[in-house]
């Protein structure tokens, strides 16, 4: 209980300035602009790897900032965790079989 | 206020009676309303997993389509997005200060920039159906992408090959010539990519309605003067769903509009 309303007064003195809030606009912006110029050059491989590796910086930092979580409690950052964590095993485990079905078929 | 907590007759009028006190009511909420988003989470996911799946399958088609989306209007309406999360930020900002003009000004930018959006989308909706782009044959003119009767634009077939000339003339001496049949193939193939493409951004565009709905209510709220310091619940649930929708978008702008854009010019 000690721990609650600590996290509560914490969430109160620590939450984000306007001046903060526009910093993570810039930063979103301008990586909004880079993952549409990369788009254009040719990286082979790496331009998917880096389109993504771009998007998943832009939502972290409006996890992170634009809606608290920074901020937040552990029993909300682990629950949001742990969801993330269920959408990877979705995905990895969905692709790690499509991608592997045709590996030893020659 | 702070004193009243152990009184029955006395607290916030927007204090539920279960909880014990604002801090707590607003952790509780917060925390459930996280909940609600982890399972929107697991419908999008669904869909990308899915989505993730038939690029790989269908790898050409893809491109092909993703190549005919405009890549302009794409990356206009992320900006458009990321800036309307910011000025929902700021309007929880002014609810937790109580400043109901700020508020008010912050919730209406947000509205007008959420509607910019839609009406981006609209437009691009609009050229997809004039290209006969839309999947299936009960909405449009019937989907047809080797440029079938009714559809001036939008030959898909003759773009991949057109493409690839014009990559080949550059110096890509590595992109294989495309016969006239497997263009053909691969461009009633982007049915496909157009299925998902309308699945993703509609079910996308879905919440940004609901959204601005939630945004006419808090609104009206804000306009009221009922949040400050001790209670911005409501404004706080609601920027979390819109920041929500904007990271969903965050997702779909590369992984629709930006498969593989070398061979394209800006």
Redesign the interface.
Known sequence: MAE??E???N??HK????ML??V??GI??VL?VS???I????LGIF??VI??A??CT??TL??L????VRY??K??KI??S???F??MI??TL??SD??SRNLFSR | MSTSQTTTTEHHPALAHQFD?M??Q??AS??GM??F??TE??MF??L??AY??YR??YYEAFVAGSTSIS?SWG?AN??VL??S??T???AV?AA?KGNRKWQVRCLILTMILGTVFLAIKGKEYYDKYDECHIPGAVIGKGFSANGGPGCQTGNIAEEIRNRGEEARQHGYKDVPEVTPESAKQIARQTEIFFSFYFAMTGLHAFHMIIGLGLLTWLLLRARAGEFGPAYYTPV?LG??YW??V??VW??L??LLY?????H???
């Open positions: 609650h309303a996290n509560a007064e969430a109160e939450h984000p300035t306007p809030y526009l993570i606009f979103l912006a909004t993952t549409w110029a788009a254009f050059v040719d331009n998917p389109a993504l771009i998007a832009k939502a409006v996890i900032f634009f809606m608290h937040s409690n029993l909300t629950t949001i742990a969801g993330f269920w959408l979705l995905i969905s692709l499509y991608l | 006190s801090a707590q607003q952790e917060t925390f996280w909940v988003l982890l989470l697991m996911g669904g990308f997993a993730l799946i790989l399958k890549v990356f992320t900006l990321i800036g999360s910011f929902m930020a700021m900002w937790q706080e920027g979390l920041h929500f904007d990271i965050i997702y702008f590369p930006l498969i593989n854009r070398i394209t010019k800006p």
